[in-house]
């Protein structure tokens, strides 16, 4: 999705909220008209009240950043809740110890101040989440804060409802490269997830102006959702469903237009946290979709978040009709 300052609530021109990869999948479901209209009224270039306070309590906060290479990265960072702070509608700070090791991180110290941000704070329990890209201020080992470019909010479908039991600190322990081979341990926590959260941008690095912005987003489905395969020469290819959602197609846009995504799988049970680079395509089956991801890289941090989980709740959206609430 597009980060420039200009295109949010642009009354000359309604669809410069959509950059053209967003565009071309809601034109192909006959919907650019009607997003061109909506676009201006839910992407904001500033954080609304309700929003502020859902990304002050929240347990974790995901972000999504672009290495010097282009790929995208996901992570997760961890706090009491608190620990995120909206000073302003402008500006969102997190107080949490960096870990150098994080992809994500290290990317953002290496770009430094005015590097694309993306954001998702997602409230597992109430499954509540809001999603802000912004600008990168200032980052230390104490904390990063973000300038808001764009704000706007998800609905609650297919969030598999968890909420955070037991926190254990601990140091980081180090982490574990596995290349694009991946391990037995990572293959089995990828096929056993419900949740998966993938980073993308609209732009190949930082710096490109207008179709520079980074994103991450959710997907949750039953455990299995995402399925493995390992190929011929010993690489993996991941296939994840894509869920009728807000039409906004701003993941999938991404990846029209950069088809390279970065994917992370939590271990609730044990904190690990699995980050995974990826070569992205989108793939049609009718009028279904779905992804297929070819890892080309994989990082391992065992013990990465401090938080531990209660037995998910399966989303209403996953539950037989005469179960959902």
Partial sequence: MDTHPHAVGDTADPRATWHDGEQALQARLGLRERMAEIGPQVVRDHMPDQHRELFEKLPTLLLGALDADGQPWATMLAGAPGFV?????????????????????????????????????????????????????SISDEGL????????????????????????????????????????????????????????????????????????????????????????????????????????????????????????????????????????QLLWHGDERELRLRVTAGLRRPGALPWRWNEARPAPQFLPADARA
């Fill in 85 to 137: 702070r909206t000073p302003d509608a402008r500006t969102l700070s997190a107080a949490a110890t960096l870990d150098g090791q994080d992809p994500a991180l290290a990317a953002l110290r290496r770009h430094g101040a005015g590097a694309p941000v993306g954001l998702l704070g997602l409230e597992p329990h109430t499954r509540r989440r809001n999603r802000m890209n912004g600008r990168l201020r």
């Fill in 145 to 280: 804060a973000v300038d808001v470019v764009q704000s706007f909010g998800n609905c609650p479908k297919y969030i598999q409802a968890r909420d955070p039991v037991d926190w254990i600190a601990a140091p980081p322990a180090v982490a574990r490269p596995l290349g694009a081979t991946l391990d037995d341990a990572a293959l089995a926590l990828i096929e056993a997830a419900d949740t998966l959260f993938i980073a993308s941008a609209s732009a190949p690095a930082p710096g490109m102006g207008r179709s520079d912005g980074v994103d991450v987003s959710h997907r949750g489905g039953p455990p299995g959702f995402v399925r493995a395969h390992r190929r011929l020469d010993g690489g993996i290819e991941l296939r994840v469903p894509d869920f009728p959602g807000n039409r906004f197609f701003m993941t999938l846009g991404n990846l029209l237009r950069h088809p390279r995504a970065g994917l992370l799988v939590a271990d609730y049970a044990s904190g690990e946290l699995l980050h995974l680079a990826a070569e992205a």
